[in-house]
């Protein structure tokens, strides 16, 4: 599976949009990008994934570029709640059970 | 509101003993994952299985470690003997054949001294 970059933190002021930037530049034709979080001593989240075009859901916007070399994952109105660690994540599926490999993440802190 | 559930949430040991750890994946997936964070290493994939059977266990310490699936609604995972080095959080995951998503469990929390 290809390998993701992500920044090791960010922060984001309440109510804002929060936009969080992963790399994959060497993903693909038929890997998805997935987006999962994991909230301090919980179990990792699924939140969205995709693999060309924009996505919507409930919880976030995925956007990823035409080239499909990086995405944005995208929570409109960032709440103290959204603070966690962000995984960004290329697989290929299904690949015998879709198993994921997780990096490092990006350490969301959303500030009031 | 379907969860997977992990049994226990909390488990102290002394090194050489045996650890079991349980989880029970939401009703009617049919794809189980087992999964192991520490601080150094992040999440790694131990095992998964798919319809009960086992499809990759690479992640896995042959020698001590064992997944099992005695049926649908329980999936174990087995240290004997346990080391200090396999103090981490054990997360289960499970999912649906055709879907991208994985549900996590709250993890197992486990500490050998």
């Known amino acids: 599976d290809a390998k993701t970059t992500q920044p090791t933190s960010m922060d984001c002021a309440e109510g804002r949009a929060a936009n969080l930037p992963c790399n994959h530049s060497t993903i693909s034709g038929n890997e998805y990008v997935y987006w999962y979080r994991q909230i301090h001593s919980q179990g990792p989240q699924y939140i969205i994934h995709?693999?060309?075009n924009n996505e919507t859901n409930e919880m976030a916007s995925l956007i990823i570029t035409e080239d499909r070399k990086s995405s944005t994952l995208i929570l409109p109105h960032a709440t103290l709640r959204d603070t966690a660690v962000y995984y960004c994540?290329?697989?290929?599926?299904?690949?015998?059970?879709?198993?994921?490999?997780f990096g490092g993440g990006t350490r969301l802190m959303v500030k009031p | 509101d379907a969860r997977v559930t992990q049994t226990p949430r909390h488990k102290v040991t002394e090194m050489g003993q045996e650890v079991t750890m349980r989880c029970q994946p939401i009703l009617g997936h049919n794809t189980v994952f087992w999964y192991r964070q520490t601080m150094m290493q992040g999440l790694e994939l131990l095992a998964y299985f798919r319809n009960r059977a086992p499809l990759d266990d690479s992640g896995m310490p042959k020698d001590r470690f064992s997944a099992e699936m005695p049926d649908a609604t329980l999936a174990t995972l087995k240290i004997q003997p346990s080391e200090p080095r396999d103090s981490a959080v054990y997360f289960c995951?499970?999912?649906?054949?055709?879907?991208?998503?994985?549900?996590f469990g709250p993890g197992t929390r486990l500490t050998v001294t």
């Open positions: 995951a499970s999912g649906l054949g055709g879907r991208h998503e994985q549900y």
């Open positions: 995709g693999l060309k």
């Open positions: 994540i290329v697989s290929v599926f299904p690949n015998a059970g879709n198993m994921l490999t």
